[in-house]
């Protein structure tokens, strides 16, 4: 009997490609949910949602794409920044525990201060800058402390062919300007949602009957950039398409916002590695990936 997965976030950058499990196996059968069927503001509506999944038997799996991710609004906006990054998978946590059940969750980088330039390992201490990521370290306490069996994956500069993200912001810059400014003195690893589809993939088969493998896991591409690297590289990838405009580099003093940013976003991914056999592909591999699908459209 297939294993009952609910997708909470579907319609997200993440979400839309992490549906394609469903196909891509006769392991899960899987039901979504969106922005639009679900308030995860509401968490009597997430309660709700989970119980009455799959007619009201329940998952047995959920994953949890959904995230406030607007960084700069969420100054302006901090309630509900937690309401939805922190109260909500909670929630979901509780509902897991109840049913015997597993929740898969994504995080970030953003729960570390971004000091020094060693990649950061699962064990070392938090110190977010921002309520972003203040409220994702939150929930992630707040599902380990329901107790219930868990993945929680941190990652980092997430993108994808469709949604809004720096691929398709600076593919839009690109065709209208001629010389971008870009900072180059952040540093992490540009990551797909499809290489972060096929980890969860790899992950949710190790698991059954392991609960040995719950806890937190670092999950980005391999190597490491600026954005203004990243921004080099995607005019490169589709340079059949368009025109390149000047990339200059500049530090993060000279683009002020509103939420600090972390400098060093490197995220070790040894964990995982070992864990569950299974190494993330090279970010400049998966940018060229997701480009070669673009382009063939």
């Known amino acids: ?49 989970v119980r009455g999944a799959f007619g009201g038997l329940g998952p047995r799996i959920v994953m949890n794409a959904a995230a406030y991710t607007a960084v700069d ?24 525990k109840r049913l015997g059940g597993w929740l898969v969750h994504y995080s970030t980088d953003y729960v570390f201060d971004g000091s020094g330039t060693q990649p950061w390992r699962e064990t070392d201490a938090t110190g977010p800058l921002n309520t972003y990521g203040r409220t994702k370290l939150e929930g992630e306490r707040a599902i380990a402390a329901t107790g219930c069996e868990h993945l929680i994956f941190r990652t980092s500069w997430v993108y ?3 949604g ?20 180059a003195d952040q540093i992490g690893a540009p990551t797909t949602a499809e290489a972060l589809t096929a980890a969860t993939q790899r992950a949710l088969e190790r698991v059954a009957g392991n609960n040995a493998m719950h806890g937190v896991y670092h999950l980005a591409c391999g190597g490491e950039t600026s954005w203004a690297g990243f921004a ?13 405009p000047r990339v200059v580099p500049i530090a993060s003093s000279e683009y002020p916002t509103p939420a600090k940013r972390p400098l060093n976003s490197r995220l070790s991914c040894e964990k995982f590695e070992v864990e569950f056999g299974y190494r993330m592909p090279k970010w400049q591999a998966a940018l060229d990936s997701v480009a070669a699908k673009v382009l063939k459209g």
């Open 1 to 49: 009997m297939a294993v009952r997965v609910l997708l909470i976030g579907a319609g997200g950058q993440l979400g839309r490609v992490l549906r394609g499990i469903g196909n891509a196996s006769s392991k899960w059968t899987v039901e979504t949910l969106g922005r639009a069927e679900l308030d995860l503001a509401s968490p009597d509506g997430v309660r709700a949602a």
């Open 160 to 162: 994808a062919a469709v």
């Open 73 to 96: 609004k969420a100054e302006q906006e901090p309630e509900l920044a937690r309401a939805v990054n922190a109260l909500a998978p909670a929630v979901m946590a509780e509902e897991m």
């Open 232 to 244: 080099e590289e995607i005019f490169t990838a589709f340079r059949e398409r368009q025109k390149a």
């Open 164 to 183: 809004k993200n720096f691929l398709n912001t600076m593919l839009r810059l690109g065709a209208e300007r001629e010389e971008l400014r870009i900072v």
